[in-house]
């Protein structure tokens, strides 16, 4: 029965495109005809629509026969959107009686997208989300987001975001903008994915403090969302090389890889959520990526280890030296050395190194370069005193 009154409204359709071809204008029985039939179709589809839920017998049925109609009215709209113009659908809700083909067609649109939007309201749950929106939503979203967009993008640049995290955050939205109503590929899930990120960068911007810069603040959204875009994902990882490269030890590389493993495998993400569905989601990119990192400098390392040495160095290779120093005394102790003169190496950073390898407190078993290097450039009132009262016993003390 449904399909019967979709198909004359097809043919209803068909026949006009037709007269379109063959004569310039429409004359006023044609004109006010089409109207006619398309507005009788109409009200016999909104009736048959509201009746057909109670003829389902499962979810399946009914989310089979909404999809159906759904694409189908989406076809319809897109052949009438064919001989419309961008200024044309974006006035629907200034219609004329003037006889024109325009006008003819923009009746004829407002009737199908109340169809569409029956269906939306009254079976929000079984609409296909990975269905083409229509020519007026994309162009009525197309304003409406380019006016928020422009304002979050003034507002982050305020901020000093970096300037390519913030044009691969925009990409997509750009890409939207782009679309051409007359031939897209946008999807509900698209449009729906970029309203909510939309509102979360709005959200984020609420809450920034001034002069802070808030990259770090833009990423967690990004990955609360699931922006798997591969633009970004490699923006990600030319960040993550940046910080690798920071470290000054394979250990240290291997450690800070290890722990952002770790913050990466907590993250926070939305349910089902995702902004390109072909793509594997973000944080699965990025694990991946960092355990294949892991790897190699686990494997860097090993084979550091397994350079030959000379016997009487290979005894020690595993020997520590015990202190009774905690980590921030024995870094407070080594820059009191070095600046004293007592120890002459100019490398600190390899002077550190050493005694993260071959030294360790009765506290911690071991001692990480990167720690003891934070404690030896930082001033701590309090460390330097316990170390200048253990020098001060030691000086004391009896031969």
Not at 119 to 135: Q, V
Not at 242 to 268: C, F, H
Not at 298 to 315: A, G, L, M, N, T
């Amino acid at each position: 029965m449904q399909e019967s009154k979709l198909s004359f409204l097809k043919k209803i359709i068909l026949d006009l495109k037709q007269a379109h071809r063959v004569y310039e204008q429409p004359d006023a029985n044609l004109f006010l005809s089409g109207i006619n039939d398309v507005a009788y179709q109409k009200k016999q589809l909104l009736q048959s629509f509201s009746e057909s839920r109670y003829d389902f017998n499962n979810k399946e049925q009914a989310t089979w026969y909404i999809r159906q109609q759904q694409q189908q009215l989406i076809s319809f709209m897109e052949q009438i959107a064919d001989d419309l113009t961008k200024d044309d659908i974006l006035s629907l809700n200034q219609p004329s009686i003037e006889p024109t083909w325009e006008n003819l067609f923009k009746f004829i649109y407002t009737d199908l997208a109340e169809l569409l939007s029956f269906l939306e309201r009254e079976y929000a749950g079984y609409m296909d989300a990975g269905c083409k929106i229509h020519a007026g939503c994309l162009l009525s979203n197309q304003v409406t987001l380019a006016a928020e967009l422009s304002l979050v993008e003034e507002k982050l640049k305020e901020y000093t975001v970096n300037e390519k995290l913030l044009s691969v955050v925009l990409l997509p939205f750009r890409e939207f903008f782009d679309a051409s109503h007359i031939a897209h590929s946008i999807t509900c899930y698209q449009l729906s994915y970029l309203k909510e990120l939309k509102t979360a960068l709005l959200l984020l911007l609420k809450d920034l403090k001034p002069n802070t810069d808030p990259t770090h603040e833009l990423q967690d959204v990004l990955h609360h969302l699931n922006f798997n875009s591969t633009p970004y994902f490699k923006y990600w990882i030319a960040s993550a090389k940046s910080e690798i490269n920071a470290q000054p030890t394979t250990r240290d590389k291997g450690d800070w890889l290890i722990y952002m493993k770790k913050e990466i495998r907590q993250t926070v993400i939305k349910p089902a959520l995702v902004l390109n569905k072909a793509n594997p989601s973000l944080q699965k990119q990025q694990l991946s990526w960092l355990s294949d990192e892991i790897n190699y400098y686990k494997e860097k390392e090993s084979q550091s280890h397994s350079i030959p040495v000379p016997d009487k160095f290979y005894q020690w290779k595993d020997y520590k030296v015990v202190t009774a120093l905690s980590v921030p005394q024995l870094a407070n102790t080594l820059r009191l050395f070095v600046d004293g003169g007592l120890y002459l190496n100019q490398n600190k950073t390899e002077l550190l190194d050493f005694f993260s390898n071959f030294f360790t407190t009765t506290k911690q078993d071991n001692v990480s370069s990167g720690s003891l290097r934070s404690h030896f450039y930082k001033d701590n009132a309090g460390v330097s005193k316990a170390v200048r009262e253990i020098l001060r016993k030691l000086i004391n003390r009896p031969c």
